[in-house]
């Protein structure tokens, strides 16, 4: 696998100079999956893709190093849980020596840490207590300089949730409750030269949040619904959010502060329009968008993306649904599930694929059919979906339609699946029996897990932690 990441990186360097003058298309990349890909094979897929930007949503400390001479821009983040582990000069100067520096020194070429992620949200963190960002931020940042890491922006993500909601975009501006640390943040933000980074989600802010026809979220809407602010006419919901947070820039008094979008994507399941189609479909208009350096009535030029995201990660923790583990253009096993080409010259072809994915035996967990005490059968199947992913069988998801005994051998494979197909795990009160027949119904998939990272990295004689 180092050897196809070495051969990748030639052809790769040359777009990665070109991408960096004028704009880029990145990916997030986040791993609370409970087989997570081998991180090698994604370095490699990042490389045959010709995806220069790749942002974790962790510091990644534990698998940052595979990324050594790919040249691969690498953006790290500090979880809000783990803002208090730099509040002090001693805990910033090690936790940047650790995460940043010593990478940096191995090869990795790290260009941006995130100080929390929506710290200011009030739908992700109603409840937790994030004072700590703006100064932990500025420490990061006073600490970085020290260490001879300027080139290193230190700043951190936020949603749409952050702005009052408004019809217009000119109407837009941060939430009065947020107002003093969010101003204090813009300040460090337009002092270090660091451009304000949205997290951007249309399909949710037109269902969810403005109740418009879902048409809005697509660049090529179909439907004729546009709004009028002023003299501009917005026909899609991407422009409009951008340009609403420009406004509200504006009105803080940084006109010229630039946007880059930390995420933006489309769900495949578990959500009204979360499908591969459609992800398919917003994408491949998004991706025509940004190729046209086009930009919005406000923000005219190239924008700075990351897609949103490289594989679904089925231990996400839910807050609107659990669509929110289904933002993967790759599945879980590293197969694509559309066409999209991250080159942004438009073809109409499926992106590579990872190399070296091990799947396990092909064997599934099924419902024998038993339904004499159905409070047995209920039971084990609440059990298998509270700890395993069955978004797809929720209403309007992919596997909705399934008959009573496909509904409950699909929740009994998942969980079976997710503990590595022990043979326990598929009793459930001797409800279960284990085949080799796929059970598969038309466009419902009963999918088989991969062999993991976590069991095929094994280093002196010990797997090494994730």
């Known amino acids: 696998m180092k050897m196809r990441v070495k051969m990748s990186l030639m052809c790769f360097m040359v777009l990665v100079m070109a991408t960096q003058v004028n704009s880029f298309v990145g990916i997030t990349w986040g791993r609370l999956q409970t087989q997570q890909l081998v991180p090698s094979m994604v370095a490699d897929m990042l490389l045959q893709n010709k995806i220069p930007q790749l942002r974790l949503m962790t510091s990644g400390y534990d698998i940052i190093e595979i990324f050594s001479g790919t040249n691969i821009s690498l953006s790290v983040t500090m979880g809000n849980q783990f803002v208090w582990q730099a509040n002090r000069n001693d805990l910033a100067y090690a936790w940047v020596n650790d995460r940043i520096k010593d990478p940096i020194n191995k090869g990795v070429n790290i260009v941006e840490v995130s100080i929390g992620s929506e710290p200011f949200s009030n739908t992700f963190l109603k409840e937790a207590n994030n004072n700590q960002v703006v100064p932990v931020l500025k420490l990061i940042r006073e600490t970085l300089d020290d260490m001879k890491l300027g080139h290193v922006r230190a700043t951190t993500g936020h949603g749409m949730d952050v702005l009052k909601v408004s019809k217009f975009p000119s109407e837009a501006d941060f939430r009065d409750?947020?107002?003093?640390?969010?101003?204090?943040?813009?300040?460090?933000?337009?002092?270090?030269?660091?451009?304000?980074?949205?997290?951007?989600?249309?399909?949710?802010?037109?269902?969810?949040?403005?109740?418009?026809?879902?048409?809005?979220?697509?660049?090529?809407?179909?439907?004729?619904?546009?709004?009028?602010?002023?003299?501009?006419?917005?026909?899609?919901?991407?422009?409009?959010?951008i340009d609403s947070l420009a406004w509200a820039l504006k009105k803080a008094g940084y006109p010229d502060m630039k946007i880059m979008i930390g995420q933006i994507g489309w769900p495949t399941d578990g959500y009204p329009h979360a499908n591969i189609k459609n992800a398919e479909r917003f994408h491949k208009g998004l991706l025509k968008y940004v190729a046209s350096k086009k930009g919005t009535p406000l923000r005219p030029g190239p924008l700075d993306i990351y897609l949103h995201s490289l594989s679904d990660e089925n231990e996400f923790r839910t807050i609107f649904g659990t669509f929110q583990r289904h933002w993967g253009i790759y599945r879980?096993?590293?197969?694509?599930?559309?066409?999209?080409?991250?080159?942004?010259?438009?073809?109409?072809?499926?992106?590579?694929?990872?190399?070296?994915?091990?799947?396990?035996?092909?064997?599934?967990?099924?419902?024998?059919?038993?339904?004499?005490?159905?409070?047995?059968?209920?039971?084990?199947?609440?059990?298998?979906?509270?700890?395993?992913?069955?978004?797809?069988?929720?209403?309007?998801?992919?596997?909705?339609?399934?008959?009573?005994?496909?509904?409950?051998?699909?929740?009994?494979?998942?969980?079976?699946q997710k503990y590595k197909q022990s043979l326990e795990r598929c009793d459930f009160d001797g409800l279960g029996k284990i085949v080799a027949t796929n059970p598969s119904v038309e466009n419902c998939e009963f999918p088989i897990e991969i062999l993991a990272f976590q069991d095929q990295i094994v280093q002196n004689g010990m797997v090494l932690r994730i």
């Open 177 to 241: 409750d947020i107002k003093k640390p969010m101003l204090e943040s813009l300040e460090e933000f337009n002092r270090t030269g660091v451009p304000f980074v949205l997290y951007m989600f249309p399909i949710h802010f037109v269902k969810e949040i403005m109740n418009y026809t879902m048409e809005f979220a697509f660049m090529d809407n179909k439907s004729g619904f546009k709004i009028v602010d002023g003299n501009i006419t917005y026909t899609n919901a991407v422009e409009l959010m």
């Open 332 to 416: 879980s096993d590293g197969n694509p599930k559309y066409k999209i080409d991250f080159s942004l010259q438009d073809r109409d072809e499926y992106p590579t694929q990872a190399k070296g994915i091990v799947k396990m035996p092909n064997r599934w967990c099924k419902f024998n059919g038993d339904t004499s005490n159905m409070y047995l059968v209920n039971k084990n199947y609440d059990l298998a979906c509270k700890t395993a992913d069955c978004t797809r069988l929720e209403k309007g998801a992919s596997c909705d339609g399934l008959k009573f005994e496909s509904r409950i051998s699909y929740a009994f494979n998942a969980f079976f």
